[in-house]
C-alpha cells in the first residue's frame, strides 16, 4: 500500500509546491512509483510539471464533485518516468463552496484515492496556502503531513495553528495521521540568519526534522518556468542533489 504523504504549510512562499515537485520527482528517479495530486487551485504543481492547467478535460475538481473518476483525470509526467500527476487549476477554487453541502464531505479525496493508492509506493498531495477544506481532505487522506518551512524570521509563524489542525483531524478525522516531520527550505549559507533559524526552529520545534536542507538555488526557481522538476531542468545543480537526499531520507523513513 502506498505512503500518502500531504505537504503542507499555510504561510506562502516556503517552497511548498517546489518541495511537492521535485520530491516526487525524486522519488520517481529513485524507481519509485509516484503520483502526485494538486490539491492548490493556484494548479502550480500541475504547470511545473509541464502540464498545460487551462486545457484539461478532467482534474481534482471534476473528481471531487463526482463528474469523474481519479483514473480519468490523472496524467502522466512527460520525461518523468514512474510519476503521475492528479492535476489542478482554478476551478477548484469554487469546490470548497459546492463541497459544503455535502455527507463526509472531509472523506471525498480519501475514498477517491482508496481505489489507486496499491497501483503506488507514494503519494504525495500538495496543500494549498490555507487551512481549509481541501487541506483537511488531503489530510485525512494522508498518513503523514511533511511541513517546508523556509529559512526567515517569521519560520515558526502560524506553524502552532498548522499543528492544532493536525491535531484536531486525528481527533475527529483520521486517529493514523502522523506528522512526518519538517523540511528547512530557500537556506543561504552566506547569511548567519538561515543557520540561526535553524537552530531556533531545532530548539523550539518539538517535531522531527529532516537532515537534508534545501538551498536557496536560482537554478530551482528556473525550473517550473520550463514545466521541468528540477533533476531534469539542471541534474547537477546543488537543487537536484538537495531533493535528491531529501527523497533518499524519506525512503529509509519508510523502510524502518
Not at 59 to 83: F, H, K, P, S
Not at 122 to 146: E, G, K, Q, R
Not at 154 to 176: C, F, K, W
Not at 209 to 232: C, K, M, V
Amino acid at each position: 500500500m502506498g505512503r500518502v504523504i500531504a505537504i503542507a504549510n499555510q504561510k506562502g512562499g516556503v517552497g511548498k509546491t517546489t518541495t511537492s515537485i521535485n520530491l516526487a520527482a525524486c522519488l520517481a528517479e529513485a524507481g519509485k512509483k509516484v503520483l502526485l495530486i494538486d490539491c492548490d487551485p493556484q494548479g502550480n504543481a500541475t504547470s511545473g510539471l509541464g502540464i498545460d492547467k487551462d486545457h484539461l478535460e478532467n482534474t481534482i475538481y471534476e473528481l471531487l464533485v463526482d463528474e469523474c473518476g481519479i483514473r480519468q483525470a490523472m496524467r502522466a509526467v512527460d520525461g518523468a518516468e514512474n510519476l503521475t500527476v492528479l492535476p489542478s487549476n482554478v476551478n477548484l477554487a469554487g469546490a470548497e463552496v459546492e463541497l459544503l453541502e455535502l455527507d463526509e464531505k472531509e472523506y471525498i479525496l480519501r475514498n477517491a484515492v482508496d481505489y489507486i493508492r496499491d497501483d503506488y509506493d507514494y503519494i504525495l498531495i500538495d496543500c494549498p496556502p490555507s487551512l481549509n477544506i481541501l487541506t483537511v481532505n488531503a489530510m485525512t487522506t494522508a498518513d503523514s503531513v511533511l511541513v517546508p518551512i523556509q529559512c526567515e524570521y517569521y519560520a515558526l509563524e502560524g506553524m502552532s495553528q498548522l499543528i492544532h489542525t493536525i491535531e484536531l483531524v486525528q481527533e475527529r478525522l483520521n486517529p493514523d495521521l502522523t506528522m512526518d516531520g519538517v523540511v528547512f527550505t530557500m537556506y543561504d549559507a552566506r547569511t548567519n540568519l538561515s543557520a540561526d533559524v535553524v537552530a531556533s526552529v531545532r530548539e523550539n520545534l518539538n517535531t522531527k526534522i529532516y537532515n537534508t536542507i534545501i538551498p536557496r538555488n536560482i537554478r530551482l526557481a528556473e525550473a517550473p518556468s520550463h514545466g521541468l522538476p528540477i533533476h531534469l531542468y539542471d541534474s547537477r545543480s546543488s537543487g537536484a542533489e538537495s531533493y535528491r537526499n531529501l527523497a533518499r531520507e524519506v525512503i529509509e523513513r519508510k523502510d524502518i
